[in-house]
């Protein structure tokens, strides 16, 4: 069963300073991570998805990394912007799963 | 795009009250998923449905039921409803369940048992 974990559970940057967000799952045998952002009382917005076969994904001030081997993913968010204060989650898929399994999430908040 | 839809966004029931939530995806996506979050917690997944037909138990199934009689729709029933069934309730979507399977949120309904 895959577990996934998220530590720290909440975060607390000045502007402009780089974000580091670290995602730990239990099993390798992972199809894809996805990352995810939620905004107070919002659903789930997909940031980034990372397919086993990828080390890395970006989309503009976001990177996202995998290591299968270390069960680790991490989402670097660039010169961070008040703007990126939410809840983020990693959620990873195991090959002979249909379910996401979600970690808990870290709560960002970039102080102007 | 409108996506995956929930309806209703909030709603507050009396313990032993039923209530179905309802979910739509405009994506043609075959696979469906109910999860609900609690405080603090990761999502956990409450049934799926790999197509129309088709439904199986999650993590935590007990006090839920579904169906998914068209692509469409995959509406989540509470037939007697609990305080412990006060949370928040995500309707998903995807394509598929491989390596490429993105998966797409509702906006959610936000349920307090009573």
């Known amino acids: 069963k895959q577990e996934v974990t998220q530590i720290p559970a909440a975060l607390s940057v000045p502007e402009g300073e780089n974000l580091v967000l670290n995602c730990s799952f239990t099993?390798?045998?992972?199809?894809?991570l996805q990352w995810f952002r939620q905004d107070p009382g919002k659903g789930l917005t997909s940031l980034l998805l990372?397919?086993?076969?990828?080390r890395e994904q970006t989309s503009g001030r976001l990177n996202a990394s995998l290591d299968k081997s270390s069960g680790r993913s991490t989402l670097y968010i660039a010169a961070s912007q008040p703007g990126d204060s939410a809840t983020y989650l990693c959620a990873g898929r195991g090959s002979n799963d249909y379910k996401l399994s979600f970690g808990a999430g870290t709560t960002v908040t970039v102080r102007a | 795009n409108a996506g995956v839809t929930q309806t209703p966004k909030f709603r507050i029931l009396k313990i032993g009250q039923s209530m179905t939530l309802q979910c739509t995806q405009d994506?043609?996506?075959?696979?469906m998923y109910w999860y609900r979050q609690d405080p603090g917690m990761g999502l956990k997944l409450i049934y799926y449905?790999?197509?129309?037909?088709?439904?199986d138990k999650g993590e935590v199934p007990n006090g839920y039921n579904v169906s998914r009689s068209t692509t469409e729709d995959f509406p989540l029933r509470l037939e007697l409803a609990a305080p412990s069934q006060t949370s928040v309730y995500f309707c998903a979507s995807s394509y598929s369940s491989g390596p490429l399977a993105e998966a797409f949120f509702g906006q959610g309904t936000r349920l307090t048992v009573v």
């Open positions: 099993d390798s045998a992972i199809y894809n």
């Open positions: 449905s790999v197509g129309a037909g088709i439904t």
């Open positions: 994506m043609n996506h075959n696979y």
């Open positions: 990372i397919q086993s076969s990828q």
